[in-house]
Nanobody, 124 residues
Framework: QVQLVESGGGLVQAGGSLRLSCAAS????????MGWFRQAPGKEREFVAA????????YYTDSVKGRFTIFRDNAKNTVYLQMNSLKPEDTAVYYC?????????????????WGQGAQVTVSS
């Protein structure tokens, strides 16, 4: 079992920045691909970013490319999502997820474990 706990959400003005963290339990974090998804009110959960187990490969949805950065620290069992130039449309609950299977996925069903979510609200 893997437990994921997100932190770092909050309220920020448009153009501002936030960094989300996701701390994982267990000793095999470095073998998991990790992803971030988000869900806005009334919308389906959508893929945001993913990173390979080593950190060598990263993927982003088009709407966040150039603004968000996913990175990980395997020594700390933590994955991060640095969010810059935030827009009101980035407002959502953000979830981190762990995948024990390869290759890196961008779909909900590609991931085996989920955190409880962190609210990010961007005001205009």
């Amino acid at each position: 079992q893997v437990q994921l706990v997100e932190s770092g959400g909050g309220l920020v003005q448009a153009g501002g920045s936030l960094r989300l963290s996701c701390a994982a339990s267990g000793r095999t974090f470095s073998s998991y691909h990790m992803g971030w998804f988000r869900q806005a009110p009334g919308k389906e959960r959508e893929f945001v970013a993913a990173i390979s187990w080593s950190g060598a490969r990263t993927y982003y949805t088009d709407s966040v490319k150039g603004r968000f950065t996913i990175f990980r620290d395997n020594a700390k069992n933590t994955v991060y999502l640095q969010m810059n130039s935030l827009k009101p449309e980035d407002t959502a609950v953000y979830y981190c997820a762990a995948s024990t299977r390869g290759p890196i996925g961008r779909k909900f069903n590609d991931y085996d474990y989920w955190g409880q979510g962190a609210q990010v609200t961007v005001s205009s």
